[in-house]
């Protein structure tokens, strides 16, 4: 098939304002069918907190891989980088206030990232870019090619403005032990060496039955405490960073920003169990999001 600027594909029209439209959010991930991951877990919640967003998929699937079957595909490097092109083109970066990366599936499609977010970000030096460094799991291991967790270190940390590890990506990033708090702030101050102005970070083994996250910077450490919920679904870590950066692009300081994000998270994870049904509940998560904080407060540590 030709180029979409060579085909048919391509028509004038004949009445239409002049004024590009808005964008807050540009967010490059994963993408389902059914199920809930990446830009399919972020972007509802974003939308209902009324924010405007590009979705630049990195992989198309049918569901996530702990099914019986997947089907799609990861995106060619040679695809994502004419969707990063054509977002240029239409002066997206510009325009937008804040850059999300995910999964990316390859270390090919997390090359054409990098290349495009350096030169997004010199374009718009007010353009804030939270890295999801998706790499595994304390319970799955890593599950991307080791040469896309050095795209991570040494390209996008130096890039990002908040990087959202879970407890086993941190350790991957730094090579230390991060599971339990200490040594997780010990492992977030490293990180923020390297550029990032914030880390948060989740799923940290706090007291039995209890899941920690931290926020540190370099003058606060913030800790959270909540319930770990009998239930695994994918998207959690991904609704996380949407509401907590929703609400600092609302004007939140950050630490009452990730309050309300674990809020917002901890009951779609309730109403999932409720409901009793295999795919995490994100449209639960933004209005319990903006309900009067106070269930999870955050407790400065320094």
Not at 87 to 99: H, I, K, Q, T, V
Not at 130 to 145: A, F, K, Q, R, S
Request: aromatic share 6%; no cysteine; glycine share 8%.
């Amino acid at each position: 098939m030709d180029k979409p600027s060579e085909s048919h594909l391509v028509h004038g029209r004949r009445v239409r304002p002049e004024g590009p439209s808005p964008v807050d959010v540009i967010t490059v991930q994963s993408q389902l069918v059914y199920g809930h991951a990446g830009n399919s877990a972020a972007v509802p919640p974003l939308r209902a907190l009324g924010l405007r967003v590009a979705e630049v998929p990195t992989t198309l699937l049918s569901n996530a891989p702990f099914y019986s079957t997947l089907r799609g595909r990861m995106l060619p490097a040679d695809w994502l980088a004419e969707l990063l092109q054509g977002a240029s083109e239409r002066g997206l970066p510009e325009r937008a206030r804040a850059l999300v990366s995910g999964y990316f599936g390859t270390v090919d499609n997390g090359q054409v990232f990098a290349q495009w977010a350096r030169q997004a970000l010199a374009d718009n030096p007010a353009l804030d870019y939270w890295l999801d460094p998706v790499i595994g799991d304390t319970h799955t291991g890593p599950y991307v090619e080791p040469a896309l967790e050095a795209v991570f270190r040494e390209q996008l940390l130096p890039l990002a403005t908040v990087v959202t590890p879970n407890a086993f990506e941190l350790g991957r990033l730094t090579g230390r032990d991060a599971l339990a708090q200490d040594d997780a702030i010990a492992a977030a101050r490293e990180l923020l060496q390297r550029g990032p102005r914030w880390v948060i970070a989740h799923s940290v083994q706090g007291e039995p039955g209890q899941l920690v996250t931290l926020a540190v910077s370099a003058d606060e450490v913030w800790r959270w405490s909540s319930e770990h919920l009998p239930v695994d679904v994918a998207g959690t870590g991904d609704v996380l960073l949407a509401l907590a950066m929703a609400f600092v692009l609302r004007g939140e300081p950050m630490p009452m920003a990730i309050s309300r994000a674990i809020a917002g998270v901890h009951a779609a994870l309730e109403a999932t169990l409720a409901a009793g049904v295999e795919e995490f509940d994100v449209l639960s998560a933004a209005p319990a999001a903006q309900l009067p904080p106070g269930r999870f407060r955050g407790q400065r540590l320094a």
